[in-house]
C-alpha cells in the first residue's frame, strides 16, 4: 500500500504551458517532501523539496505548493520545457528518512 | 567525485541463480538503500542501513539480503531469483545530519531480468 498517491499517471503538455502533478499522503508524521526527476535510463535526481511549515517554494520555473490541513501538495512547472520531459516522482519521509516514493508522472513537453 | 557507482549495469539470470548487485560510494554518506522501480509502483525501498554494520528491512525485503561492512559499499544479494524480482534496482545514498540529510543521490540503476 502506497502512502503517497501521486497523479496524473501521465500528462503532455505543449512547449510554454503549464505542468501540474499532484501528490497525497496520510501520514502526519511525514516532515520532509522532495520532489525527484529522472530522465530515461538514468537514476532520480533531487529538483526541489519542501518542509511543511511553508506553504510554497519557488526554484525557478518550478514551485512546489504544500496544503498541510489536506495532506496534499503539488508540483507546478511553469513555462514547460521540451527538456522538462521526464518522470517525476512526488516523495515524503519522517524523521528517520525512509523516503516513500509516489508512482511517479510521465511528463511530455511538445514542441 | 564518482558519487554512487552500481555494477552491473544489466544482468540476466535464470530462476533460482544467485548473484549480487554491488554498490560503491565514495560522499562518504552514513544512510545507503536499495529501491526497486516497477512501472506503475514507483520506487520501493528493499533495504537500508544507517552506518557499517548497521541494516534494517525497507518495504519490500523478501528475497533479498544486504550487509554493510564498509561506510563505502552496500551489496544487495539475491539468493534464489524468482520473475517477480525482474525490475530496476536504484542504489541511493545521503549524509544523516546536516545540510544534505536526507537529500538522496542515486546510482544509475541496474536492469535485472529473470527468466
Known amino acids: 500500500q502506497q502512502q503517497v498517491k501521486q497523479s496524473p499517471q501521465s500528462l503532455i503538455v505543449q512547449k510554454g504551458g503549464i505542468s501540474i502533478i499532484n501528490c497525497a499522503y496520510e501520514?502526519?508524521?511525514?516532515?520532509?517532501f522532495p520532489w525527484y526527476q529522472q530522465f530515461p535510463g538514468k537514476g532520480p535526481a533531487l529538483l526541489i523539496a519542501?518542509?511543511?511549515?511553508?506553504s510554497e517554494k519557488k526554484e525557478g520555473r518550478f514551485t512546489i505548493s504544500f496544503n498541510k490541513s489536506a495532506k496534499q501538495f503539488s508540483l507546478h512547472i511553469m513555462d514547460s520545457q521540451p527538456g522538462d520531459s521526464a518522470t517525476y516522482f512526488c516523495?515524503?519521509?519522517?524523521?528517520?528518512?525512509?523516503?516513500?516514493f509516489g508512482a511517479g508522472t510521465q511528463v511530455v513537453v511538445t514542441p | 567525485n564518482a558519487g554512487v557507482t552500481q555494477t552491473p549495469k544489466f544482468q540476466v539470470l535464470k530462476t533460482g541463480q544467485s548473484m549480487t548487485l554491488q554498490c560503491a560510494q565514495d560522499?562518504?554518506?552514513?544512510?545507503m538503500s536499495w529501491y526497486r522501480q516497477d512501472p506503475g509502483m514507483g520506487l520501493r525501498l528493499i533495504h537500508y542501513s544507517v552506518g557499517a554494520g548497521i541494516t534494517d528491512q525497507g518495504e519490500v525485503p523478501n528475497g533479498y539480503n544486504v550487509s554493510r561492512s564498509t561506510t563505502e559499499d552496500f551489496p544487495l544479494r539475491l539468493l534464489s531469483a524468482a520473475p517477480s524480482q525482474t525490475s530496476v534496482y536504484f542504489c541511493?545514498?545521503?549524509?544523516?545530519?546536516?545540510?544534505?540529510?536526507?537529500?538522496?543521490?542515486f546510482g544509475a540503476g541496474s536492469r535485472l531480468t529473470v527468466l
Open positions: 516523495a515524503a519521509t519522517d524523521s528517520w528518512g525512509k523516503l516513500q
Open positions: 560522499m562518504n554518506h552514513e544512510y
Open positions: 501520514n502526519t508524521a511525514f516532515d520532509y
Open positions: 519542501i518542509r511543511p511549515d511553508v
Open positions: 541511493a545514498s545521503s549524509p544523516i545530519t546536516g545540510a544534505g540529510a536526507n537529500v538522496l543521490t
